[in-house]
């Protein structure tokens, strides 16, 4: 009897605990992603502007991948 009392209370409760742990673990991690992405827009975007100031002509559309671009 204490068994099956186990896997009727025990398992599930377990489980739910153990999967909202994973869940939320991915949560964050998507969360602290995109917040450095968005630190590292505004640091492009006030170097660009600093550039523009101190005289230097900056290219609109140049990318990585199309300067190593073949």
Known sequence: MSR???VRVGLPFFAIVLGSAYGL????QVRFDFRKIKQED?????LRSDLTRS???LREGVTVE?????
């Not at 673990?25 to 964050?28: A, D, N, R, V």
């Not at 199309?66 to 073949?70: A, Q, T």
């Open 25 to 28: 673990h991915f949560f964050q």
């Open 55 to 57: 005289g230097l002509r």
């Open 66 to 70: 199309s300067v190593y671009k073949f």
């Open 42 to 46: 505004d640091n492009l975007e006030l």
């Open 4 to 6: 099956l009392k186990f």
